[in-house]
């Protein structure tokens, strides 16, 4: 079994910045791959950021250059550092997991595991 809980989530003026947390247990194993995806009201999810057991990072062209993924040596906690941030990025952020090990990249929608989600709000 993963668990995965988000929270950093809140409402800030276009130009700030937030640091999403994601509390991961579970085998570690099946969570090779771990990522960040958001959605928008009326639209489909999509990745915004992922990362490896290696610490390799993949990121969306839509949010390259400000937004930073990382995870803790154990991997028990995943962060999205989230800068110039804009209105078009308010929406619901999850955090995701697949055990995997082939590609790992925010193109997946695949994944096995997610969390319930942490809400962010930019005002301009």
């Known amino acids: 079994q993963v668990d995965l809980a988000e929270s950093g989530g809140g409402s800030v003026q276009a130009g700030g910045s937030l640091r999403l947390s994601c509390a991961a247990s579970g085998p570690t194993w099946k969570r090779h791959c771990m990522g960040w995806y958001r959605q928008f009201p009326g639209k489909e999810r999509e990745g915004v950021a992922t990362?490896?057991?290696?610490?390799?990072?993949v990121y969306a062209n839509s949010i390259k250059g400000r937004f930073t993924i990382s995870q803790d040596s154990a991997q028990n906690y995943l962060y999205l550092q989230m800068n110039t941030l804009k209105p078009e990025d308010s929406g619901m952020y999850y955090c995701?997991?697949?055990?995997?090990?082939?590609?790992?990249?925010?193109?997946?929608?695949?994944?096995?595991?997610w969390g319930k989600g942490t809400l962010v709000t930019i005002s301009s």
């Open positions: 995701a997991a697949r055990g995997g090990t082939d590609y790992c990249g925010p193109i997946r929608s695949d994944m096995d595991f």
């Open positions: 990362i490896t057991s290696g610490n390799t990072a």
